[in-house]
């Protein structure tokens, strides 16, 4: 059974950094690209970083760019996101997901999901 759990989330504000994990449990995440999205409020779930299977490449949404990346610990079959430069456009849901296509990725959709992390960026 495919298991995801993310934490890390909370408030900060504008300016600062948050790492969120996502640990994983019940497939080798080393065979699965993974992706973290964000659902922020008045919007549909977007993607915001993808990673590939093995290594491959990233791609990040450009309203990320430069801000935040995305990582794998194989080993500990867990994945990171590094968030830096948060800004209050930044806030909300954020949620860790497996087996996600490029296509997928961009309309917002994944395979498996976990629960979400709340992230609040606020002076």
């Known amino acids: 059974q495919v298991q995801l759990a993310e934490s890390g989330g909370g408030s900060v504000q504008p300016g600062g950094s948050l790492n969120l994990t996502c640990a994983a449990s019940?497939?080798?995440?080393?065979?699965?690209?993974m992706a973290w999205f964000r659902q922020v409020p008045g919007k549909e779930r977007e993607g915001v970083a993808l990673?590939?299977?093995?290594?491959?490449?990233?791609i990040y949404a450009d309203f990320v760019k430069g801000r935040f990346t995305i990582s794998r610990d194989y080993a500990k079959n867990t994945m990171y996101l590094q968030m830096n430069n948060l800004n209050p456009d930044d806030t909300g849901m954020y949620f860790c997901?497996?087996?996600?296509?490029?296509?997928?990725?961009?309309?917002?959709?994944?395979?498996?999901w976990g629960q979400g992390t709340q992230v609040t960026v606020s002076s």
């Open positions: 997901a497996a087996r996600v296509s490029f296509s997928d990725w961009k309309s917002g959709k994944a395979n498996y």
């Open positions: 019940g497939f080798t995440s080393s065979s699965a690209s």
């Open positions: 990673t590939y299977a093995g290594g491959g490449r990233t």
